[in-house]
């Protein structure tokens, strides 16, 4: 099969770090030209921005964009206007609204449009939603502390409204419970903290219920220093599972079942080409969902100044 030719929109640290090496490990794409102010690929066409790429390169099919929220609606409607296959980062948009015309204008346009969500990818993932299939759940704890100045250094965009402060990676937990869990959940109840110099949350606490009462609650947290924690945790009437590592390693009553390497931009890739191939789309908005709630009825409180 020809490869499919695709340009990434946005170079920066998600870009570097996952689709470029992604894309080059795949048979099924081929890097032909990226669009960023700033970023580049050695040996690869840049452009300035997506309208440059647009008029300069007259043949491709496909484009990832993995610039932060905020500007992608606009990018990705340029790109499905132009007949674009299009691959969204997470968070799929700064609103929940706003993927309404893209999933509109892809059904229209006969295009593919992908919704991201890597942690989903991560190798326990799917044997947890297997394991939790059949099974009646007792409760779901989620801890997701991590280190903002190791994992986000110089981001200004993720402290600025649309940026989602810590439910960028939070917004990865909750893509992972949407996903492992038999049945929908729904937020009841949040407290988001905001350091006294920025417009969004540095943690926050959450509690979420199903139709049988209050189940899962989830703290994530950016100031965690040393270990890292991406743990999500199910206790069940047959024991108890354990997702580490972002969804990498399961673990059910103790015992390890999958302890994978992060393959999961590969897996993404994958999927993208298998949704080509079919002409379908995947977009899932039930995490931005949970993240919106949490804006809606969560108790602001403030805390210390946070400076980078
Ligand atoms: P980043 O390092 O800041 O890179 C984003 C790039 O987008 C920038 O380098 C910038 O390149 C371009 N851009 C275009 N418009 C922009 C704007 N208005 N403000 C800032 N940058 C703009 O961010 P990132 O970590 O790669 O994250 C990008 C997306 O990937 C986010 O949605 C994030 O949630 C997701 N993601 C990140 C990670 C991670 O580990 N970092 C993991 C998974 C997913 P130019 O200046 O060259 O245009």
């Not at 170079?11 to 580049?40: E, M, N």
């Not at 992608?72 to 296959?85: D, N, P, Q, S």
């Amino acid at each position: 099969m020809t490869p499919i030719r695709i340009a990434i929109v946005g170079v920066g640290k998600i870009a570097r770090d996952q689709h470029v090496p992604s894309i080059a490990a795949s048979a099924d794409f081929d890097l032909v030209a990226t669009a960023s102010r700033h970023g580049s690929v050695d040996g690869v066409p840049s452009y300035p921005d997506i309208e440059a790429l647009l008029e300069k390169v007259e043949h491709f099919d496909a484009v990832a964009l993995c610039m932060p929220p905020g500007p992608r609606h606009a990018a990705a409607l340029t790109a499905l206007r132009a007949g674009k296959h299009v691959l969204l980062e997470k968070p799929p948009g700064a609103t929940l609204s706003e993927l309404d015309d893209l999933v509109a204008l892809a059904a229209g346009q006969r295009v593919s449009l992908f919704a991201t969500w890597h942690s989903r990818f991560a190798a326990g993932v799917a044997q947890a939603k297997q394991w939790l299939a059949s099974r009646n759940i007792r409760s779901v704890r989620v801890d997701w502390k991590e280190d903002v100045r190791k994992w986000h250094p110089g981001q200004a965009w993720i402290w600025e409204p649309g940026g989602f402060g810590v439910f960028d990676p939070g917004i990865n937990a909750l893509s992972i419970v949407t996903e492992i869990l038999p049945m929908p959940i729904h937020l009841t109840a949040a407290t988001l903290q905001f350091p006294e110099n920025r417009t969004q949350p540095i943690a926050a606490e959450l509690t979420f219920a199903d139709a049988a009462g209050e189940r899962a609650t989830a703290t994530f947290d950016w100031r965690q220093t040393g270990p890292q924690t991406w743990d999500i945790r199910a206790s069940t009437d047959d024991g108890d599972l354990l997702l580490q590592s972002g969804g990498a390693r399961l673990t059910i009553d103790g015992k390890m079942v999958v302890d994978g390497r992060d393959e999961e931009y590969a897996g993404i890739y994958r999927r993208f080409a298998g949704l080509i191939a079919a002409r379908e789309s995947d977009v899932d908005p039930r995490p931005l969902r949970h993240v919106a709630d949490a804006f809606m009825v969560g108790r602001h409180a403030f805390v210390e100044p946070f400076e980078d």
